[in-house]
């Protein structure tokens, strides 16, 4: 478990009782990572590590937990044994707030979530909007995470994150010159009354 309360902000731990992912995002830093540090030989072959299931039971203070920030545990292809095993230590410690984030929020329906879960999805540019849909049908605290924004939204996108929490914005980084740098208009259409500004981001303010 690694503290991360001055690097992503909105998070003070991730937790990763699984690694890897198949959804191939070129701009994933997850995936860069562990092409540097060569954690799992295939990173698109995701692996449950059920010794890390203990760690949360070791903090004393009560934190927030960025729940498998290198991997997406609720893509397609993650057990149900693997999610419910999760859940249960969640469940086991609701001093903690435990925050998951995925690319396909139409399987947090397939579960029931203790109050103390975020859940949020992750959305790039206006083709992404849809996830929103599967989101808000849960009554947990809901957050949409626009890390990495690489386009802009219309006047619709803020009718559909009415029925969120939290907001959270950031520019993509680690790529050179291959980053596309956001457009400040891109972040001033986006009107919510609770928005999380990374610090990677508030350069283009």
């Known amino acids: 478990m690694n503290d991360v309360s001055k690097t992503i902000g909105w ?5 990763n009782p699984v690694c890897g992912c198949k959804n191939a995002c070129y701009y994933c830093y997850s995936k860069r990572l562990n092409d540097r540090f060569k954690w799992l030989k295939d990173f698109t072959k995701p692996k449950f590590y059920p010794e890390r299931l203990l760690e949360p039971y070791d903090l004393r203070k009560s934190s927030k937990i960025f ?5 997406d545990l609720f893509g397609d292809w993650v057990p149900d044994k693997w999610i419910k095993a999760i859940l249960e230590v969640v469940r086991d410690n609701p001093q903690h707030t435990f925050q998951f984030l ?3 929020p139409k ?4 579960f029931e979530f203790p109050k103390n879960c975020w859940l949020g999805v992750t959305i790039t540019n206006s083709k992404d909007g849809w996830r929103i849909v599967d989101l808000v049908r ?4 809901r957050f949409v995470s626009l890390e990495p924004l690489i386009g802009g939204f219309g006047k619709e996108f803020n009718m559909w994150i ?3 929490d939290l907001i ?3 520019a993509m980084t680690g790529m050179g010159k291959k980053n596309v740098i956001p457009k400040k208009e891109w972040i001033d259409n986006i009107q919510h009354k609770n928005i999380f500004y990374k610090n990677n981001i508030k350069q283009y303010l």
Not at 67 to 71: K, Q, T
Not at 107 to 110: F, H, I, W
Not at 138 to 141: A, M, R, T
């Open 162 to 164: 009415k029925g969120v």
């Open 102 to 104: 995925t690319k396909n």
């Open 138 to 141: 849960k009554d947990n605290y």
């Open 107 to 110: 399987r947090y329906l397939e």
């Open 11 to 15: 998070a003070d731990k991730t937790w």
């Open 67 to 71: 729940v498998c920030s290198m991997a």
């Open 168 to 170: 959270i914005i950031g």
